[in-house]
């Protein structure tokens, strides 16, 4: 007859959390099989306390990991699903509790991050799109909280404010070659090409080219 226990050596067991008759360490999926195929009395008792336990430590794992640092549903799921043991099941189980209880909110994540990096520093609309696409933020709860966060500081605003403290430190472009070093930059920091293209143009007027 089948049955299951909880391991309490963990140096022994690893990641394995339940054994069955033949005295071999054995994962969480094996076990449950092996239960429900051969069905002792205590079967469904072993399982729910499995679940539990298994849930519980997963609950523990992703605050953990959200403590690190604030994290979406999907890198949050991800890391979870890596470690041995654990499965989809758990994971979701765990995810929609954290939900429940306001931890896990990628609506406010992408908006909280996006309105912190410009407030750091000037960054266009292109850069944070991609930066909350790294983050696996979903690409419509992306939008929804970039068109809030340049409601409030609008794009041309902050690229004004970026080629300020650009000059601040290097003073304007006398020259072409400068001139392609600002439009670059402001490339990298995100702004619409358009956008550059038209700023740098205006300061072009203040030198000649000496080519």
Same mark, same amino acid.
């Given at each position: 007859?089948?049955?299951? /226990? @909880?391991?309490?050596?963990?140096?022994?067991?690893? &990641?394995?959390?339940?054994?069955?008759? /033949? +005295?071999?360490?054995?994962?969480?999926?094996?076990?449950?099989?092996?239960?429900?195929?051969?069905?002792?009395?205590?079967?469904?008792?072993?399982? &729910?306390?499995?679940?539990?336990?298994?849930?519980?430590?997963?609950? *523990?794992?992703?605050?953990?990991?959200?403590?690190? !640092?604030?994290?979406?549903?999907?890198?949050?799921?991800? #890391?979870?699903?890596? #470690?041995?043991?654990? /499965?989809?099941?758990?994971?979701?189980?765990?995810?929609?509790?954290?939900? *429940?209880? +306001?931890?896990?909110?990628?609506?406010?994540?992408?908006?909280?991050?996006?309105?912190? !990096?410009?407030?750091?520093?000037?960054?266009?609309? #292109? #850069?944070? *799109?991609?930066?909350?696409? @790294?983050? !696996?933020?979903?690409? +419509?709860?992306?939008?929804?909280?970039?068109?809030?966060? @340049?409601? *409030?500081?609008?794009?041309?605003?902050?690229?004004?404010?970026?080629?300020? !403290?650009?000059?601040?430190?290097? +003073?304007?472009?006398?020259?072409?070659?400068?001139?392609?070093?600002?439009?670059?930059?402001?490339?990298?920091?995100?702004?619409? @090409?358009?956008?550059?293209? &038209?700023?740098?143009?205006?300061?072009? /007027?203040?030198?000649?080219?000496?080519?």
């Amino acid at each position: 007859m089948a049955y299951a /226990t @909880f391991v309490q050596d963990v140096t022994r067991a690893g &990641n394995y959390i339940v054994r069955c008759d /033949t +005295g071999r360490f054995i994962d969480y999926e094996h076990a449950i099989h092996a239960l429900i195929l051969y069905q002792p009395p205590s079967a469904l008792i072993c399982v &729910n306390l499995i679940v539990t336990d298994l849930r519980r430590k997963t609950f *523990e794992r992703a605050i953990k990991l959200l403590a690190a !640092k604030p994290r979406s549903v999907t890198e949050l799921r991800e #890391r979870l699903l890596q #470690r041995k043991g654990t /499965t989809e099941a758990v994971v979701e189980a765990v995810i929609a509790r954290l939900r *429940e209880y +306001g931890y896990l909110n990628d609506e406010r994540l992408a908006f909280s991050y996006a309105s912190y !990096k410009v407030k750091q520093k000037p960054l266009g609309r #292109r #850069r944070l *799109e991609r930066d909350l696409k @790294f983050k !696996k933020i979903d690409s +419509g709860v992306a939008n929804e909280a970039l068109e809030m966060v @340049f409601a *409030e500081t609008p794009e041309e605003q902050l690229i004004d404010q970026a080629i300020a !403290k650009r000059i601040r430190i290097r +003073g304007k472009p006398k020259n072409r070659a400068e001139a392609k070093s600002l439009f670059e930059h402001l490339l990298r920091r995100g702004f619409e @090409f358009e956008l550059v293209s &038209n700023k740098v143009r205006s300061l072009a /007027t203040d030198y000649t080219d000496e080519d």
